[in-house]
């Protein structure tokens, strides 16, 4: 069975740093991509980033451009978030998330396996 395990949650102070692990454990699984999507009480699921395993093209949300960067290892079936300068609207769970197969990376359908989510609170 394949899972996804997230890190690296927890409560910051606005302008601070977190980043975020997502590893990938279980049978083999050949990943198109890896993304990050996030949600807040009350709101939708908001795409975050995303990677495609076999080249690393990247794809960000256009709120966290520029402060968020997602990374991969693949020695180690990982995924990482770094995000910078956090505000307070930063608040909510994240979800990583796996795709087998091609997927429009921006949009969470495409999706088949996800994690149990990991909570990021950022104080103002």
């Known amino acids: 069975q394949v899972q996804l395990v997230e890190s690296g949650g927890g409560l910051v102070q606005a302008g601070a740093s977190l980043r975020l692990s997502c590893a990938h454990t279980g049978r083999t699984f050949r990943n198109y991509a890896m993304g990050w999507f996030r949600q807040a009480p009350g709101k939708e699921r908001e795409f975050v980033a995303a990677i495609t395993w076999s080249n690393s093209n990247t794809n960000y949300g256009d709120s966290v451009k520029d402060r968020f960067t997602i990374s991969k290892d693949n020695a180690k079936n990982t995924v990482y978030l770094q995000m910078n300068n956090l505000k307070p609207e930063d608040t909510a769970v994240y979800y990583c998330?796996?795709?087998?197969?091609?997927?429009?990376?921006?949009?969470?359908?495409?999706?088949?396996?996800w994690g149990q989510g990991t909570q990021v609170t950022v104080s103002s």
């Open positions: 998330a796996a795709a087998a197969g091609f997927v429009l990376v921006r949009d969470s359908r495409g999706y088949d396996v």
